[in-house]
């Protein structure tokens, strides 16, 4: 023994810890470790930083626990935001906290604290190493805005056109693609969600955004959207009519009824804005000397020189016709494209500054270059047509497609112009665009057209509609012909042309035409005028051949087609000059092209383009878009027609033929698009963002980072129930999924708390839980542990929202197994009224009319029932998702076929893989406060693993020294946000700065566009500086998210932090009273006012560091005291553990049978060895605390033994872990009949192996668990009872129960008992199995279903008696200043988050003393108590001070209010201080352990006590100032009690 | 002159209140500007002389929430 009787303890100097032997420290590891801590060795020097994947609210544990304890944490989340699911809840059960109340708070901690880096968007690729030296590779993903310039003001989301469902609200609304997960989101950055590029986009060789520009015309947006189309092209309104849109034919649409009308709608836009007069363009600055020359303005040249002269070059444009528009003024006729859009389109590009010289055509490249252009763009395009070479080309009578066209289109055949050389019956030869465009235009002259080809009708290359429309109007179409010869007349004119029918045809490799001819089909096609339309080239005559500009053979100009530079250096060349003809986007794209290379070159650059990354195309399947029909997504709806000329007003003019979209139809039709990519890069976020913190060119980005220890936390996905195609999720609308039902109940969810039922919003009459739905079935062996609790606290507050609701759940077992569970049942079904049926529904049916949902179902009685509910809420359960299969596959750590990570009894939160942990329902279905044991359970095994590191990676903010601003004349800085548009759009900013200014003390006042941007804050720090500001006042947004950063400017500047005040005057005044300027500028002010009239009283709070004693002690030496205490050792703290008996073990001494293979008695003797064995270890056997005093940090207790010897220590941490004990009391005979024994007793006859009975009856919830639930009786009842009948299969065993509650993989033994022939009988409390002991044993118990009682003669009756709390519970949490809850058990400080906590600082519990508990989880628990004290122990002082109460002794009664009313139990009276009237004894409040609510200094009945930073000077100044406008009181009145 | 008739000083509870009214700003929840909010640290501070005050210096009404 070791204990040292009536010895004072001195706690070793951190120092001395330290330097314990290290490898020793290292933790055990899996398997019989235990007894064997060297048996995986960790470095000698092992990295002081931890990996934590998963930001939910286990991940955020174990990241708070590890930083606060000097370890650097990498938190890895891989969604836009931490917070997981529980951000998801509404309300939390047993205490119906708020969810979101509750975990934001945290949230704000894990994203402030200065030692976890958050990396969210991120995924974990690999992990190489060994444990205590990983190397992590990770993976972050674009978010395409960047988290620290986003100041989360939300404008991108505002002007995002893009429409998807919001996945937080699980799909129940929309948001935008540019969103922030939830309005509360940590970090408080926006995210932009893209899949990819949608196909439309990657179809266009110009790279137009479709998705973007029908999304902005679906709201209704058309300058928003003509913006985005002319960021990739200046012609919209000319391709919004003649582009051949290969878009519509790559449209994901078109899988599903038709592709979107993108080319009507793109006309559309440009028509509502042509519609209005042109707005001037601004010229684009020049910034640099340099000169390029384009030659041609066609659609090419126009659009380099464009991109030339915006991005500040000099350009000038060559043209040698009339007209700018090249091809497209020139070749495409009128009735196609209007001159007045090209005009239009030309002139928004020569606006811009571009030199524009008509009719001058370029006779010598080198003249150019004389005249000092740095480049030369050659962009001719190909307007010679061609003469094929055959007999009679050169008749009379025979034309060529361009020159007519052109002359056509220069008006040269108008009214008043020249009559057009045609005969009355034209021949076309040629079956392409421009072919048709000539005849149609020869029809519009008035002429019989006819049009030959060699192609067939349905081959031509023609388009289609282009064909059909030519038919339409008149057009006689030859195809499949052969020209062999034009045949003249005796005058030499026309008459007709020789033609052959063509079997086929086809192009050789050098060009060469091959046509097969039908024998003996010559004909002739008689006419008299023939236009040739057979092909186009350049001319380039221009280029001598000396001028070192290449050509290819087909007469096109020579370039590299990633530069298209030419062959002579500082010429480039573009567009159909390069390419022979082609459409009107090529060339613009081509364009681009060659302007991004001219600047390249200019800029002295490389000329080839950099690299830029590619996202994938979204492609979807049939499949796809079927399955999102049959969900009810999308619907199937053809395109919304388009009005078209009729015939017979349009072959007689030039008129357009086509029409466009009104409003309402261009909406309807844009809303069909499918949203593909989801971002469509519209950049309308771009334009909209005031901080530049957008930039859609993010790529993946990967980085290795190194840490000592993993631990995952990647929680779970719910259940996808679709697949369950039974009850109907996703065909009926009326069927919802638990968490959808969270969100409906949720105020900041989809209909802001208002529970209707999505098919028609109606508030539901009737609802129906439907339990166990992907739980306990054929493809779930386990039970998810949650629902059962979430569905009942569904219920409770569907109750609460509508009281007159009828709520039925219907489920096989009530599994409220943990603590406060069972009350919270029997409230939710007595007090609420929620009905609760045994039974498990089958499948759901719908009434089609009404969409209401039909149940048929069989009572308990054995009565068939069919109802009709409104609603139906699926309670689906835990799976574990593809994704974290894949994380686990890739750190080689094994997974059950479920996905869950198993781990050892020994090591309950180890993987397979050492140094790598598992928290969460990622082991096994749990809910929120067992994920948090679990998460500092896994903290501490980290800590013990890496103690050695700890504060060698962490960093602590350094400040200037602070400037004494006591004595000085309060000198008040303002700073007014506008927050974008979020304040200064619904109130007066300026006005609200202005009047500041006016306000006393006030020396300085602004308003800024975004006050918390990196630029303001160092502004802020700025003006502290320069107006010598001694006090800061911030109008923005909410103190609980952005305090700390304005305060942390302060400190930067020099400015004690607390001399600061914020008036938040978005969230109270412009958003909530959005409607009324004037009243919100009004109000905006009284806040200000109010802060001003504070902050002029505020003064600077200093903080105190109080040392720590780094030791702790452990009271209890049952398993979990005993496994505190090593967990604490090996991480390097002396610990004093004090057990009251003579032994160690506590109720573990009586666990024999085990229930996952490992003996529990193996666990015993090992936690044993290590405890005696570990020199950081002190034990104290047979002894018991008899005094403890102090706080936080800073304890001293006195340990008396059984010889009454006493031993004095001084701890920072307390743990208590006293255990619980069986109950023995006389329910159902027990102590009357050797017969009747507690399941405990039976155990140790199991365990003993003889006598065993062939005959058991086992009774469950005996006692005071008809109460409460003990958790663990029915696992050990049917671990015990498989015991026995794996040693005696021939014996009897039945199990009378209320309900069977092995929650999470404890159902497996459930299935196993009942396939092993383990009878089980339900009773209720108001049939109780009926006991008697004579010379017979018997049970009877009602059986419901048989409707009869059934007789039992076991030969032993064995109770499952609960764990209840030991006699001595009161006294021992007297003693430390604890809380009991009803049942006497511990009461954590808070249930789901400080499950370990008790509210009294540096106190901590662990095992069955909190709460009845099996071995791995009273294992799990004890690791969680020693992080939680490894926190305080760690530190060698701790900060103290600041907000907190401070007594001014001469005022105090010694009343001892303060001490009964503080909720923390701090303010005790010390004798020696000196109160009123000089009598002894006076209140003191620990500022250490101050929690700083200020609840005394409001009671204090002498005014004894002020909160500091809360005073009621302070305070009554903030309110006095409301009724003062006028500037209110002079500062030196202000605080006088009146 | 005031900017409104009247005037409700509610005394929020930072830790729940106080988020809750930051979350009706969210939501764009709109109520009477009358109501002006002060942050308390815990709904314990509120002394019964802070409420008195408040309408000495002329409150219409005052609102403890937390």
């Known amino acids: ?1538 | 002159m005031t900017s409104t008739p009247l005037n409700i000083v509610a005394f929020c509870c930072e830790h729940c209140a106080y988020a809750a009214a930051d979350l009706a700003g969210g939501l764009r929840l709109q109520y009477p500007p009358e109501v002006k909010i002060v942050q308390i640290p815990c709904t314990g501070r509120i002394d019964v002389l802070a409420v008195l005050h408040a309408l000495e210096a002329g409150a219409d009404g005052v609102l403890a929430a937390g």
Request: charged share 25%.
């Open chain 1, 1 to 1538: 023994m070791k204990n040292r009787d009536g010895v004072v303890a001195v706690p070793a100097p951190r120092q001395e810890v330290s330097r314990l032997d290290i490898v020793r420290i290292s933790s055990p590891v899996r398997g019989d470790a235990m007894s064997d801590p060297k048996a995986t060795l960790t470095p000698q020097s092992p990295v002081g930083a931890v990996m934590v994947v998963g930001g939910g609210i286990a991940g955020m544990q174990a990241a708070l626990d590890l930083a606060d304890q000097g370890f650097k944490v990498y938190l890895v989340e891989s969604q836009s935001a931490i917070g997981g699911k529980m951000a998801q809840l509404d309300k939390t059960f047993p205490t119906n906290d708020c969810a979101m109340c509750t975990i934001s708070p945290r949230l704000v901690e894990v994203g402030r604290h200065p030692n976890i880096a958050l990396l969210t968007d991120t995924e974990v690729l690999d992990v190489r190493g060994q444990a205590g030296d990983f190397t992590v590779r990770l993976r972050h993903h674009p978010r395409y805005i960047d988290p620290a310039k986003c100041i989360g003001c939300g404008d991108c989301a505002k002007v995002c056109p893009v429409i998807v469902p919001d996945r937080f609200n699980e799909g129940l609304s929309v948001r935008r693609a540019a969103y922030k997960l939830y309005p509360q989101a940590v970090p408080n950055a926006y995210a932009i969600e893209k899949k990819g590029i949608a196909p439309c986009r990657d179809a266009c060789p110009a790279g137009q955004r479709a998705q973007g520009y029908i999304a902005l015309i679906r709201e209704g947006r058309w300058d928003d959207a003509l913006r985005v189309i002319k960021l990739d092209n200046p012609f919209p309104g000319i391709c919004g009519r003649i582009c051949n849109h290969r878009c519509e034919t790559a449209c994901n649409r078109g899988l599903l009824d038709e592709p979107i009308n993108i080319r009507a709608l793109k006309r559309f836009v440009t028509d509502k804005v042509y519609a209005r007069p042109r707005q001037p363009v601004e010229p684009a600055p020049r910034l640099y000397p340099q000169r390029v020359a384009i030659i041609g303005a066609g659609p090419c040249g126009l659009t380099a020189a464009q991109d030339l002269v915006r991005a500040g070059y000099g350009v000038t444009v060559f043209e040698a016709m009339p007209v700018a528009g090249g091809m497209l003024r020139l070749g495409v006729p009128e009735y196609r494209l209007p001159t007045e859009i090209i005009e239009r389109e030309v002139q928004d590009i020569v606006d811009l500054g571009v030199d524009l010289r008509l009719n001058h055509r370029v006779d010598n490249l080198d003249d150019v270059f004389a005249e000092g252009f740095d480049a030369v763009l050659i962009a001719v395009g190909s307007h010679e047509g061609v003469r094929l070479p055959i007999p009679g080309a050169d008749l009379d009578g025979v034309l060529i497609n361009t020159h007519f066209l052109r002359d056509v289109r220069l008006g040269r055949y108008g009214p008043g112009g020249d009559a057009p050389p045609l005969g009355q019956r034209v021949l076309v030869l040629g079956g392409g665009n421009v072919a048709i465009d000539v005849a149609r235009s020869a029809v519009r002259l008035g002429r019989e057209v006819h049009l030959a080809c060699l192609e067939a009708r349905d081959a031509m290359p023609a388009h289609p509609w282009e064909v059909d429309a030519a038919e339409e109007e008149g057009v006689t179409i030859h195809a499949g012909r052969s020209f062999e010869r034009i045949l003249g007349d005796e005058r030499g004119h026309v008459r007709g042309v020789e033609c052959q029918r063509v079997v086929s045809f086809h192009f050789d490799e050098t060009g060469h035409l091959h046509v097969e001819k039908e024998p003996d089909s010559t004909h002739v096609l008689p006419c008299d005028t023939v236009i040739f339309s057979v092909g186009q080239r350049a001319g380039l005559a221009f280029i001598p051949d000396d001028a070192g500009v290449g050509l290819t053979p087909k007469q096109t100009i020579a370039v590299n087609p990633n530069t298209l530079a030419a062959t002579r250096q500082g010429v480039f060349a573009a567009g159909d000059s390069v390419s022979g003809t082609a459409f009107v986007i090529e060339a613009v794209e081509s364009g681009h092209i060659a302007a991004r290379s001219i600047i390249r070159y200019l800029q002295g650059e490389h000329l080839e383009p950099p690299r830029k990354p590619e996202l994938p195309v979204v492609r979807l399947t049939r499949e796809e878009l079927e399955a999102r029909v049959a969900r009810g997504e999308l619907h199937r709806q053809p395109r919304v027609p388009l009005p078209e000329l009729p015939v017979e007003q349009r072959v007689n003019n030039f008129a357009e033929v086509e029409g466009g979209y009104d409003d309402e139809s261009a909406q309807r039709e844009a809303a069909r698009c499918l949203a593909c990519g989801v971002c469509s890069e519209c950049m309308s976020c771009t334009f909209a963002c005031g901080v530049n913190a957008i930039d859609h060119d993010m790529a993946p980005r990967d980085e290795t980072v190194h840490v000592g220890a993993v631990i995952l936390a990647p929680g779970y996905q719910v259940y996808r129930a679709e697949l369950s195609e039974e009850y109907g999720l996703g065909r009926y609308p009326n069927v919802i999924t638990a968490l959808q039902f969270e969100r409906l109940l949720s105020a900041s969810g989809p209909t802001m708390g208002h529970i209707q039922r999505p098919s028609d919003g109606r508030t539901p009459r009737r609802i129906a839980f439907l339990q166990c739905v992907g739980s306990r079935d054929q493809n779930h062996d386990y039970c998810s542990a949650v629902c059962c609790m979430y569905a009942t606290k569904e219920a409770v507050m569907a109750k609460e929202h509508e009281p007159d609701l009828d709520v039925h759940v219907f489920m096989m077992d009530m599994r409220a197994f943990s603590k406060g569970y069972w009350g919270y049942f029997e409230r939710a079904r007595d007090r609420y009224g929620v009905h609760y049926t045994r039974c498990r529904i089958s499948a759901l049916y719908e009434d089609p009319v009404t969409h209401d949902l039909i149940l048929r179902y069989q009572d308990e009685d054995g009565a068939l029932h069919q109802e009709r509910f409104d609603l139906a809420v699926l309670s689906v359960g835990m799976e574990i998702s593809p994704q974290v299969r894949e994380l686990g596959r890739r750190l080689g750590i094994e997974l059950d076929e479920y996905g869950f990570c198993h781990t050892v009894l020994f090591n309950p939160l180890e993987t397979s893989r050492p140094g790598i942990y598992a928290v969460g329902p990622f082991r096994e279905p749990k809910d929120i406060p067992e994920s948090v044991i679990e998460a500092s359970g896994a903290a501490a095994a980290a800590a013990a693993r890496l103690g050695a590191a700890r504060f060698s990676l962490t960093v602590t903010p350094e400040f200037p020294p602070e400037r004494d601003v006591r004595g000085e004349e309060p000198r008040i800085g303002v700073f007014v946000c506008h927050c974008g548009s979020n304040i200064g759009g619904y109130l007066d900013v300026p006005a609200v700065a202005e009047y500041a200014r006016t306000l006393p003390g006030v020396v300085h006042a602004e308003d800024n566009l975004y006050t918390c941007s990196q630029d303001s804050i160092k502004h802020i720090a700025e003006q502290i500086v320069e107006h010598r500001l001694n006090r800061v006042v911030v109008a923005s947004c909410t103190p609980l998210t952005h305090a700390p950063l304005f305060q942390d400017c302060l400190r930067s500047a020099g400015l004690n932090p607390y001399l600061f005040e914020m008036a938040n005057i978005r969230n109270q005044c412009s958003w909530v009273h959005s409607h009324d300027w004037e009243t919100a500028t009004a109000k905006a002010r009284d806040l200000v006012r109010m802060a001003v009239a504070r902050a002029a009283l505020l003064e600077p709070q200093h903080t105190l560091e109080v040392p720590v004693k780094q030791a702790a002690l452990v009271v209890g030496g049952g398993a979990a005291g005993m496994s505190a205490a090593l967990s604490l050792a090996d991480q390097g703290f002396p610990v004093h553990l004090v057990e009251r008996e003579a032994e160690l073990g506590g109720n573990l001494r009586h666990v024999f049978v085990p229930r996952n293979g490992t003996d529990p008695q193996q666990v015993l003797r090992s936690l044993i060895e290590r405890v005696r064995a570990h020199p950081a270890i002190t034990l104290y056997l047979g002894s018991q605390v008899v005094a403890s005093s102090g706080f936080r940090g800073n304890f001293t207790s006195t340990i008396q033994s059984a010889d009454g010897g006493r031993t004095i220590i001084q701890h920072g941490a307390t743990i208590l872990a006293t255990g619980a004990q069986e109950y023995r009391g006389p329910e159902y005979g027990y102590g009357s009949d050797p017969r009747i024994v507690t399941q405990q007793e039976f155990e140790a006859r199991l365990a003993a192996g003889d006598d065993l009975p062939t005959s058991v009856v086992m009774i469950q919830c005996v006692g005071p668990a008809e109460q409460y639930c003990s958790r663990i009786c029915c696992t050990v009842a049917l671990k015990n009872a498989l015991a026995l009948k794996q040693r005696r299969p021939d014996a009897q065993v039945v199990i009378l129960y209320r309900d069977i509650r092995t929650y999470g993989f404890k159902e497996r033994l459930y299935t196993q008992a009942r396939a092993a022939g383990v009878l089980f009988v339900r009773y209720d409390d108001a049939h109780r199995p009926q006991v008697t002991a004579d010379s017979d044993l018997t049970v009877r118990a009602w059986d419901p279903a048989l409707h009869r009682d059934l007789l039992f003669r076991p030969d032993l009756l064995v109770l499952s008696m609960p764990a209840v709390p030991r006699q001595d519970a009161h006294q021992v949490a007297g003693l430390f200043k604890a809380s009991l809850d009803g049942d006497g058990f511990f009461q954590e400080a808070h249930v789901k988050l400080r499950p370990v906590d008790f509210a009294t600082e540096g106190v901590f519990m662990a095992g069955m003393a909190h709460y009845p508990k099996l071995l791995d989880e009273t294992l799990i628990q004890a690791s969680a108590a020693a992080a939680r004290a490894a926190r305080v122990l760690s530190r060698e002082t701790l900060t103290a001070g600041g907000r907190v109460a401070v007594v001014d002794p001469a005022k105090c009664t010694g009343c001892l209010t303060c001490v009964r009313i503080c909720p923390f139990d701090v303010p005790r009276i010390e004798p020696t201080l000196i109160g009123v009237g000089g009598v002894q004894g006076a209140a003191t409040i620990e500022a250490a352990v101050c929690q700083g609510c200020g609840s005394c200094a409001a009671e204090c009945p002498a005014g004894a006590i002020q909160l500091m930073h809360y005073t009621d000077a302070q305070m009554r100044a903030k309110v006095r100032a409301l009724f003062e406008p006028a500037g209110f009181v002079p500062l030196d009145r202000i605080g006088e009690r009146t």
